[in-house]
T-cell receptor
């Protein structure tokens, strides 16, 4: 069975600082991994995903994540935070079967201060 | 193009009443998912539809919850005899194809409050 753990329910950074949001997964099959962002009172928007191939994945808004199988991790990073990055971020893993739902982590709220 | 839409955006109901939540997926998307987002439980899968196949109902928390998808498009999630613990944001998502690697596109959600 798949599961996702996001370390840190809240992360605070200064504008211009590195953003690092941690995600570890458990999966009995090769995982498909996703990062979604949720702005207040909105639905979830895909930032990036890993399916196969290159383990460093680049997404929208300058975010990227690296799939590390040996560490069962898929951490999200951005070199320089902007105020507009303040939101809730969810890491998710697909159940790995054809046409199945996502299993989400509990989410990490990112705050950016000026 | 138009994204996933959900209605109503907010719903307040009294305990014991039935509610219906609607989802309009992106045109042409064959897969449709319902999730629930609550403070205590985070984001939970409820039910999944794919084409004409039998839905995957494995995430429904009780038999008070049901859903249907008519004509392979619009879906309705029904909660009967609502309880206070049903208060949550109900999110609908659709994807072009079935499959674990497919991107799911989410609607803005319906915020349900059971008094």
């Amino acid at each position: 069975a798949q599961s996702v753990t996001q370390l840190g329910s809240h992360v605070s950074v200064s504008e211009g600082a590195l953003v690092l949001l941690r995600c570890n997964y458990s999966s009995s099959v090769p995982p498909y991994l996703f990062w979604y962002v949720q702005y207040p009172n909105q639905g979830l928007q895909l930032l990036l995903k890993y399916t196969t191939g290159a383990t460093l994945v680049k997404g929208i808004n300058g975010f990227e994540a690296e799939f590390k199988k040996s560490e069962t991790s898929f951490h999200l990073t951005k070199p320089s935070a902007h105020m507009s990055d303040a939101a809730e971020y969810f890491c998710a893993v697909s159940r790995g079967q054809a046409g199945t739902a996502l299993i989400f982590g509990k989410g990490t709220t990112l705050s950016v201060s000026s | 193009g138009a994204g996933v839409s959900q209605s109503p955006s907010n719903k307040v109901t009294e305990k014991g009443k039935d509610v219906e939540l609607r989802c309009d997926p992106i045109s042409g998307h064959t897969a449709l998912y319902w999730y629930r987002q609550s403070l205590g439980q985070g984001l939970e899968f409820l039910i999944y539809f794919q084409g004409n196949s039998a839905p995957d109902k494995s995430g429904l928390p009780s038999d008070r919850f049901s859903a249907e998808r008519t004509g392979g498009s619009v879906s309705t999630l029904t909660i009967q005899r609502t309880q206070q613990e049903d208060s949550a944001v109900y999110l609908c998502a659709s994807s072009p194809l079935a499959g674990g690697r497919e991107t799911q596109y989410f609607g803005p959600g319906t915020r349900l409050l059971v008094l």
